[in-house]
Nanobody, 126 residues
Framework: QVQLVESGGGLVQAGGSLRLSCAAS????????VGWFRQAPGKEREFVAA???????NSADSVKGRFTISTDSAKKMMYLQMNSLKPEDTAVYFC????????????????????WGQGTQVTVSS
């Protein structure tokens, strides 16, 4: 069982930056692929970024070049660095993990993930 707790959300002006953190509990964090998703009011949850436990990354076109996903397995932490934020980035952001047996595999579908955090609100003002 893995429990995830996000932090780092808040209110920021357009063009600003935030770093979201996600702390994982459990005996070990090795061998897990990680993803970040977001859900804006009235919209479906959407993929933001993912990373395999071997370090391969992928991100949605809407955030490419602005958002960076990373992990620190020793600390059991996951991060989403968000730069050049736009009002359309406003959403609740969720981290998620899934046990993966392929170090190169990342996952972009929410249904692929087994464990989710409770979410952290990000609001970008214009």
């Amino acid at each position: 069982q893995v429990q995830l707790v996000e932090s780092g959300g808040g209110l920021v002006q357009a063009g600003g930056s935030l770093r979201l953190s996600c702390a994982a509990s459990g005996r070990t964090f090795s061998g897990y692929a990680v993803g970040w998703f977001r859900q804006a009011p009235g919209k479906e949850r959407e993929f933001v970024a993912a990373i395999s436990w071997g370090g391969n990354t992928n991100s949605a076109d809407s955030v490419k070049g602005r958002f960076t996903i990373s992990t620190d397995s020793a600390k059991k932490m996951m991060y989403l660095q968000m730069n050049s934020l736009k009002p359309e980035d406003t959403a609740v952001y969720f981290c998620a993990v899934v046990r993966s047996y392929n170090q190169n595999s990342y996952y972009t579908r929410g249904s692929d993930y087994d464990y989710w955090g409770q979410g952290t609100q990000v609001t970008v003002s214009s």
